[in-house]
């Protein structure tokens, strides 16, 4: 369908943002209302803001985006309200007139998924692993009543945790993504190796080799390993090295290109090789937060929370390794 004439302006504005180098996608303002970028033919970013969740942000801080299909959009991510929800199917409105044939929740996290109502509420079915969708179910009242907290009511009204319409159970129904005119494909781990986090779902648009990362990949900002398995976050990333990426859009930060993936790795390495280190000098849990500081990665955001929070997880989960016999001090885990 041709677009119409303010479409087109909008659409050629939008070409010209995406015209900055990879890496340099500006940030929105801290109100989290940015209007998208292209990043590549007919795949678009919705970028978050830099910094934590908290009244300045506003909780805007992870990333979402859309394809752009002959036939229809597939939606990636949400926002942390219903409130931000229906500002991120406003900002897909403003670019294509083609209908949104389906929301995928790419994993359990605040930032990500609590404007998935907004969308259901425009008829539009959401996607989620089965998984993913059990531990939103366990947790995210929870995380919704913090939430209340940081940003008041008035922020969060109408929002309450989404159920999928569609789940994916593992890599034989990842065909159920509704068909927009283009190859849009879902990655996630193997059933023996979590990954980032349970359920965790990635998309990748084979036209143009852009990929939607989730909480796999963070640029500028720590990647969170609350729910991870440090192997399988491991090996999902050298799956993702095999691939003919040419654009990653990640769960925070701007876009960037595939060796973002190194990246994210050295982080992961670089922690878990730190936290045994301390584990071996016997370094008291208390301390190991203050301890475990990564040089190469100071400046990044949430590197102050995090990564410290990160720090003590993977130290405990060696620690508990060592007494166990299961593992050793140099273990990833």
Partial sequence: MPLPDTDARRRRLLLGMAALPLGCATHPTASGDGAALEVADGVFLLPGVRGEIGPDTRGRIGNAGFIVGPTGVIAVDSGVSHRHGVQRLAAIRQVTRQPVRALVLTHARQEFLFGATAFQAAGVPVVMHRDAARLMASRCEGCLKTLVSLLGADELAGTRV????????????????????????????????????????????????????????????????????????????????????????????????????????????????????????????????????????????????????????????????????????????
């Avoid at 491991?234 to 993702?240: F, P, Q, S, T």
Wanted: aromatic residues 4%; glycine residues 8%; proline residues 9%.
């Fill in 162 to 333: 989404p159920r999928p319409d569609i789940e994916i159970l593992g890599p034989d129904t990842a065909d159920r993504l509704p068909d927009i005119g283009r190859p849009v494909r879902l990655l996630m781990a193997a059933p023996d190796h979590p990954g980032v986090s349970p359920g965790h779902l990635a998309v990748l648009d084979e036209r143009t080799g852009t990929l939607f990362a989730g909480a796999l990949l963070d640029a500028g900002a720590i990647p969170d390993v609350q729910d991870a398995d440090l192997a399988g976050w491991h090996a999902a990333l050298a799956d993702l090295r095999r691939r003919s990426l040419q654009h990653v859009v990640p769960g925070h930060g701007p876009t960037s290109s595939p060796a973002l993936i190194d990246r994210v790795a050295r982080y992961l390495t670089q922690l878990a090789a730190r936290t045994a280190a301390l584990l071996a000098a016997g370094m008291p849990l208390s301390e190991v937060a203050d301890a475990a500081d990564l040089p190469d990665f100071a400046t990044d955001d949430h590197y102050d929370t995090t990564h410290r929070r990160n720090a003590s997880i993977v130290f405990l989960r060696q620690e508990r390794a060592l007494m166990l016999g299961t593992g050793t001090r140099t273990s990833p885990n």
